[in-house]
């Protein structure tokens, strides 16, 4: 039963990042492009997705089909960011030096982490955090020059 809500939220998610991230790469930047899900985010103020998250990675931790439910889904995700940080470097906007296999995993890890922020550091503010955030990976993938 578990595996199969896990799976259903996993694939819903999966179709929304296509979405954005479709829209993104006609209008947008690639940075912008890669930050749509920390800017579609309102606040820091609703931890049911931390805490959600949270439960999915330590039932992972037990459950080897929520495990595998979860690998599927970050791979995709993967396949969707290379395909945006392949498509900046061919626009010049993406260090051509950046594989983007794994500097997808790592931008996965940020993302991901980011809304937890607010369950280990109460108080922080949410505008501030997502700027920094924007900064942090403009610069990682600013060609240099």
Known sequence: MMEGIV???ADEYLARLHGVFGRQQ???DAATALLSEIWSMESWG???YCRILFELLAEAGRNERVRAILARNTDGVRALLSQVLKAGQARGEV???LD?????????AIVDAAPMLPLMV???RFDESRALI???V???LRPEG
């Open 134 to 136: 924007t900064t942090m």
């Open 7 to 9: 799976e259903q939220m």
């Open 100 to 108: 983007p296999e794994h500097t997808s995993a790592m931008l996965i």
């Open 138 to 140: 403009r610069r990682f």
């Open 46 to 48: 609703d931890t049911a």
């Open 26 to 28: 006609e209008t947008g």
């Open 122 to 124: 109460p108080g922080i």
């Open 95 to 97: 260090d051509p030096a």
